[in-house]
């Protein structure tokens, strides 16, 4: 059944070659007990190597069954190991790590074999060596004779035709020696054994033939039988190891290693902490972000102004402009970098029609109308200008939600109420006091501000007739006299003073603030003064105008480009009723959602040159303070994914390490007929699993440090409630890329351990 034809083996040895067996000529049969007996250094090992498959001989050929085997393959060599060979060592080379009877099914796992299957011919050949009640105890916990029974047990429980005995009794007693020996002879009666061995004593009693060997050659052979070829042909079954045992041999090795396997991993969760950790703070900060929107920052209303600032055009802008040779002129009038909204009638008809009336508190239209204000002072009047105050038009709900009343009431808004709006210092512009005759070099009390006036005069009683002499136009020229202006004008009070609630996150400039009655009042007023209609019928300017931007035109200039000068001087004077802005003020954030989907299907059904675009304060407010943390948490993620990455490098070298103390576990593995794909997948399996506990260890850890971390903050600022959330997502990507990391460092180590010979692998720590 087994045939060695003139079988050389050398090895090189420091750059020489060196020979080990000459011209090897053997035959062996089925149910034999055959000893190799030689001095030290003979080659009775190689010999026994090259019979295993462990080793490869240099020239000859070895012949199993009729098959040659010089042209097996790394695989079928491993079959051959595992199907046809049973190992007994000298040194027992148990694995420590898992069962005395998960030893003996291990050759069987490899083999393809049930689970029940393994377990049954485990028992059974467990109590054939007499160790049925020891097969839950680990290898240590056994006597030298009971280790080598197991190593028996080990060999036969895959019913090979061939048992390689090297020394089973060379670590044994005498007694023991020969309880071994006994069984080893009476699994001769069905198989072939060939054993090595130093003692001749022992091979005279025990042996059927007797091998010798001397300086690697063949010195004698008891047997002078003529051996007849079999029949038959030998064909190799193929092993493989399934992922789940190399998972279980890895788990059994790193359990032994409990303390060192818990460093490991804790090592490798810190760069997952730290990553989780910034992911959380970063979804907690977008979650209190888009609260806040839907919340504090759901008054905030909703713009459409005559320029709107894209920062790059909108979608139905012009494309991008080319330099091709010439050059574009535009206005300078106009804001750069900005679309132009055009607030056209139809536009405010749509909103009104289609907008839900409770999807809002107000729609306010704001015009470019010139304001007039006026104060008394003893006997002297004197022209507030607008540009010297934030003079500005506001609504009661918007200034409820946002401010707290100081002094005074917003629930009277009878006639044409003022309020007096501070920054966040409580303070205001010193001309504002100045306006209301109140002095600037000390602190003003809030309720002396309530109850104080302005005046905004009437066109027909501030503009009179210029007499001048400009050739046929009619001309007007502010009043000298501004006592009837004021007595005639309409009285703004002061009804209330408002301070930002505290943690305001929007805010406007401190200034005088008045609601939509009184720009209603003065666009009416505009249009039927005689200096409106009279510049609604003239095609130059009826005043002297100067509007921000604009160069002075004096009164009596002719329009050079009319639809465009007269646009800008009715706007300025209130008989053009086009506004320069729409501001929505939504009830709720569902609210806001549909008024924006109204003015979205506006843009979707009109041309493009009427397509507007509307400003959006509070979600651009929310996208601006989400991308900051985003981007803070993208830089934060790639400082902890460095130590995560270090972490990994680290288990790398971890796994190195345990490939060098499990060097001979590999050699066992091989010798069993494991694969080189399949000493890789102990080891990736390995890297794997510790991987798996630094992910899920390092997710517990930020899980439970989230506590502490969400109770600080919330102490700090009460609006950052929960502000670190972890999600599952978070969790679960962290898991894998910690998996994936650790696999790829371990990639090296496990090839290294895959490419260990066995044989050298045996004798490792020996």
């Known amino acids: 059944m087994l045939e060695l034809q003139n079988i050389k083996k050398d090895y090189i040895i420091g750059n020489n070659p060196f020979t080990a067996l000459i011209d090897i000529n053997l035959t062996f049969k089925k149910s034999e007990f055959v000893a190799i007996l030689g001095p030290s250094g003979c080659g009775k090992t190689t010999l026994l190597n090259l019979i295993g498959g462990l080793d490869q001989y240099t020239s000859g050929d070895l012949i199993i069954e009729n098959k040659s085997t010089k ?10 190991r595992n199907n046809k060979v049973g190992f007994i060592f000298q040194n027992y080379h148990l694995i420590n790590h898992i069962s005395i009877l998960e030893n003996v099914e291990l050759g069987m796992t490899l083999a393809g074999k049930s689970a029940s299957e393994r377990r049954q011919k485990a028992i059974e050949v467990l109590k054939r060596v007499g160790l049925e009640d020891q097969m839950y105890k680990r290898s240590k916990q056994l006597s030298g004779g009971q280790k080598q029974r197991v190593a028996i047990a080990r060999a036969l429980a895959n019913d090979p035709e061939i048992i390689l005995a090297d020394e089973p009794t060379g670590a044994l007693d005498t007694k023991t020696s020969t309880q071994i020996l006994e069984l080893i002879k009476e699994i001769s009666k069905e198989k072939l054994v060939i054993m090595v061995t130093h003692n001749q004593e022992l091979a005279d009693l025990y042996a059927s033939r007797i091998i010798t ?8 052979d008891s047997s002078k039988e003529q051996l007849e070829k079999t029949s038959g042909f030998y064909q190799p079954k193929k092993t493989s190891m399934s992922y789940f045992q190399a998972i279980k041999l890895s788990f059994n090795n790193l359990r032994t290693k ?20 910034v992911l959380g703070v970063g979804n907690g900060f977008n979650k209190t972000v888009n609260s806040l929107e839907k919340e504090a920052l759901v008054s905030i209303p909703i713009r459409i102004n005559q320029f709107a600032f894209t920062y790059g055009p909108p979608d139905f802008n012009a494309p991008e402009p080319v330099s091709d040779g010439f050059v574009y002129p535009y206005d300078s009038s106009r804001p750069q970098q900005a679309y132009q909204n055009n607030i056209s009638s139809e536009l405010i008809a749509y909103i009104n029609q289609y907008l839900d009336p409770s999807a809002y508190t107000s729609i306010e239209l704001d015009y470019g109308i010139q304001t007039l204000l006026l104060q008394k002072e003893n006997t002297l009047y004197k022209m507030i200008e607008k540009n010297d105050i934030t003079f500005g038009q506001t609504n009661v709900p918007f200034l409820n939600e946002y401010f707290e009343v100081m002094a005074g009431s917003l629930a009277n808004t009878e006639g044409y109420p003022i309020y007096i709006v501070l920054n966040d210092e409580y303070g205001i512009d010193k001309r504002v006091l100045e306006a209301f005759n109140l002095p600037t070099d000390e602190k003003v009390r809030y309720e002396d501000l309530i109850g104080k006036t302005l005046v905004s005069p009437l066109y027909d ?49 401190d200034g005088v603030y008045h609601l939509e ?26 005043i002297d ?16 480009v009319e639809s465009v000068e007269r646009t800008l001087v009715e706007s300025f004077l209130g008989t053009d009723e086009t506004p320069v802005s729409i501001s929505i003020y939504p009830t709720s954030y569902q609210s806001k959602e549909q008024i924006i989907k109204v003015l979205d299907d506006y843009n979707e059904q009109t041309s493009s040159a009427n397509k507007i675009v509307y400003l959006d304060l509070a ?53 069993l007929g494991a694969r080189k794909k399949d000493v890789k997948r102990v080891f990736n399996s390995e890297t794997f699993l510790i991987g798996l506990t630094a992910g899920l260890l390092g997710s517990l850890i930020a899980y439970i440090l989230s ?24 969790v679960a990507s962290m898991v894998i890329v910690s998996i994936l990391l650790t696999f790829v460092a371990g990639l090296f180590p496990a090839s290294l351990a895959a490419k260990k010979n066995p044989v050298e692998a045996l004798r490792a720590n020996d």
Not at 464 to 483: C, H, W
């Open 71 to 80: 042209s097996f393959s790394d695989s079928d060599w491993d079959a051959y």
């Open 213 to 220: 060997l001397l300086d690697g050659r063949l010195q004698s």
């Open 258 to 277: 409990l303390a060192r396997t818990v460093i490991t991993a804790f090592a490798g969760s810190i760069g997952i902490i730290g990553v989780l950790l």
């Open 461 to 509: 009683d501030y503009y009179v007739k210029d007499e001048s002499s400009i050739l046929g136009k009619t001309v007007f020229s502010p009043n000298t006299d501004l006592s009837l202006a004021f007595n005639q004008g309409i009285v703004l009070e002061v009804k209330a003073v408002l301070a930002p609630i505290d943690d305001n996150v929007f805010t406007m400039s």
């Open 517 to 542: 009655n009184f720009n209603n009042l003065l666009l009416q007023n505009a249009k039927e003064s005689v200096v409106g209609q009279a510049q609604m019928a003239s095609d130059y300017y009826v």
């Open 545 to 560: 105008f100067q509007a921000s931007g604009q160069s002075l035109r004096p009164k009596g200039t002719d329009f050079l």
């Open 619 to 671: 979600e651009t407010i929310g996208s601006a303070l989400g991308s900051v943390v985003n981007m803070i948490s993208i830089v934060l993620v790639i400082f902890a994914g460095i130590s995560l990455v270090v972490s990994s490098i680290m288990i790398g070298i971890i796994t190195y390490v345990s490939v060098i103390e499990r060097t001979q576990e590999i050699g066992v593995l091989r010798a």
């Open 707 to 730: 506590f502490p971390i969400n109770a600080i903050v919330y102490n700090l600022n009460n609006q950052m409630k929960d502000i670190m959330q972890l999600t599952f997502m978070h």
